[in-house]
């Protein structure tokens, strides 16, 4: 009963990534005509390539900064919100939370241009009014990629909160109760008891927004496309660019490949993981 | 003394981080409205805290009713591409889903696997055999080629899900209803499905929201005809005359039908969002 599923998948996609690893060995260039087998000579060049080296450096600072802080302003409001003993104000804060997971992603992207914008930019009037210069967040080459990774950072951590929250609810009450009368401060708390209690699920959590992160190209296109200059560029949109704007079909694919190994070792650490525990889980 | 005026603090702080976070998700969903029913166009937000004295609904209506500028052709591209994926995915994971669940040998697991595997590949590295294959058939800038991409990236989500929800109903049923001779088929339709309704429904919504969302994809094998929702959005700006008050109001009619979706599938919010591996 899996066939349809299988085949399907086969067809729409282990074929084309088959595909992909022929083109990587070619030297497909629409703009020169090029269509030529050239062995590993794409991946040659992607090792002399700097452009490449500096935008795996971005992906891994975005990588990095974006689970970091989704992560701790997660857990944050996570902790703050499981505070709330009224009902009422608690549901409602959460809500308010998961707002911006409701907006479309390439859409928060457009947006966050407004808020960025010089002129009248929110961010920008915020600055001003407590008297500092306004800056060109998306136009300077110090800043873009930061700039993006905090939209990054805004629009996912509902996500993050959401997952350590329903970890947070499940973890018995007592336990941090009992420690709580034996004197145990809220820091304590939450390093001896809640934090070792969520471990499993901030371990997925942390996992797969890493893996998700790694493969970002919607923010970073929309909101700089990869600019000013390079200093924006990660690797998915550089993929892009070379494909789409230069045309090298055949080396953008060898990138491309090498983007999916590395992906693949994070994905296949994940695999092990969650089976590991699956046979913790039915062994109980 | 002393203590009752920690406590006092504590409180105040805790106060103020709960205005913080409220602060964090909605002064920008704030300024977001504000440049939506603002009415002169460039002129918008121009002071923070202060409501634009002419509050206009006109972009609303531009981009609804509007010949030249409504979202209807996009938004119906969306929910098209998305309703076919949907299904297709829906009917191939169920199927594979229930036997997943059932069947606990050595190639399950794999194959299993494998289809964990293929979500976490990044979409980046499909895009040009996508290209080129779609263009070589001729179906760049039609429904059915980004229908086609899309589908493979929603199944891994639809088994990963439909299988949880199949684990959850207990094999003893199945076996009761064998011994009374039904078959298989039968057994799937007539006993697994009405239990597994609601699981199908959430699966169906996050798949739904998947492809509802996608940006990539659209964007490559689009050019005029089947451009969806999202690359309309995001091209607001890359045009001409930028026009961020018809953006603002597009972006949140955009999300008025993710909160619609995401309403029905409240409970299972957590388990959608992690693919099935955490169940909240």
């Known amino acids: 009963m899996v066939t349809p599923a299988f085949s399907i998948v086969l067809i729409l996609l282990i074929l084309p990534l088959i595909f992909s690893f022929y083109l990587s060995f070619r030297n497909y260039d629409i703009l020169k005509g090029t269509k030529d087998f050239v062995g590993f000579s794409n991946y040659y060049k992607i090792l002399q390539d700097n452009s490449f080296f500096r935008a795996i450096i971005r992906n891994l600072i975005y990588v990095g900064g974006v689970i970091g802080l989704n992560f701790l302003i997660g857990l944050g409001m996570a902790l703050i919100v499981h505070q709330i003993d009224n009902k009422f104000i608690r549901k409602t804060i959460t809500t308010i939370i998961v707002l911006p997971m409701m907006l479309i992603p390439s859409s928060a992207a457009v947006f966050w241009r407004v808020i960025y914008n010089k002129e009248f930019g929110i961010l920008n009037q915020f600055i001003n009014f407590f008297g500092f210069e306004r800056i060109a967040w998306l136009a300077s080459d110090k800043l873009a990629l930061y700039a993006v990774m905090f939209t990054d950072i805004w629009s996912w951590t509902p996500w993050m909160f959401l997952v350590l929250f329903a970890g947070l609810q499940n973890i018995s009450r007592e336990a941090i109760e009992a420690a709580q009368i034996d004197g145990a401060s809220f820091w304590q708390v939450l390093r001896y008891i809640t934090l070792p209690l969520l471990k499993p699920i901030i371990f997925i959590a942390m996992m797969l927004k890493s893996i998700d992160t790694f493969r970002t190209f919607d923010y970073v296109w929309i909101m700089t496309n990869g600019g000013p200059g390079e200093s924006s560029q990660i690797i998915s949109t550089f993929i892009y660019r070379t494909a789409f704007r230069f045309f090298k079909y055949g080396y953008a694919s060898s990138i491309a490949i090498v983007q999916f190994l590395i992906a693949s070792l994070l994905s296949i650490l994940f695999l092990v993981f969650l089976t590991k525990k699956e046979k913790q889980e039915s062994r109980r | ?280």
């Open chain 2, 1 to 280: 003394m002393i203590k009752k005026v920690f406590v006092f603090i504590n409180k105040g702080l805790f106060v103020f981080l709960v205005f913080i976070i409220i602060i964090w998700s909605l002064l920008p969903i704030y300024s977001l409205v504000l440049i939506s029913i603002t009415s002169d166009p460039g002129n918008f937000s121009t002071k923070l805290f202060e409501v634009p004295n002419k509050i206009t609904l006109k972009h609303y209506w531009v981009i609804l009713l509007n010949k030249n500028e409504w979202i209807w052709q996009y938004l119906v591209n969306s929910i098209i591409i998305a309703t076919v994926v949907t299904v297709v995915v829906l009917i191939v994971s169920i199927l594979a889903g229930y036997s997943f669940s059932r069947l606990r040998n050595f190639t399950s697991t794999l194959f299993f696997n494998l289809f964990l595997f293929i979500r976490m590949i990044p979409m980046i590295t499909l895009i040009i055999p996508y290209y080129i294959i779609i263009a070589r058939f001729s179906l760049l800038d039609t429904r059915l080629g980004i229908i086609l991409a899309h589908i493979p990236w929603g199944i891994p989500l639809g088994i990963w899900l439909m299988k949880g929800f199949f684990d959850e109903v207990p094999s003893e049923l199945e076996e009761a209803a064998e011994i009374d001779g039904a078959s298989t088929a039968r057994i799937i339709v007539q006993i697994m499905l009405p239990i597994v309704a609601p699981g199908i429904a959430v699966t169906g919504i996050f798949v739904f929201i998947g492809s509802y969302i996608e940006y990539l994809f659209a964007l490559t094998l689009s050019r005029t005809f089947a451009i969806t929702l999202p690359i309309r959005i995001a091209g607001y700006s890359s045009l001409h005359l930028i026009r961020y008050e018809q953006m603002a109001a597009a972006t949140i009619i955009g999300a008025f039908f993710m909160v619609i979706l995401i309403v029905f599938a409240q409970k299972y919010i957590v388990r959608g969002l992690t693919y099935g591996a955490i169940k909240g």
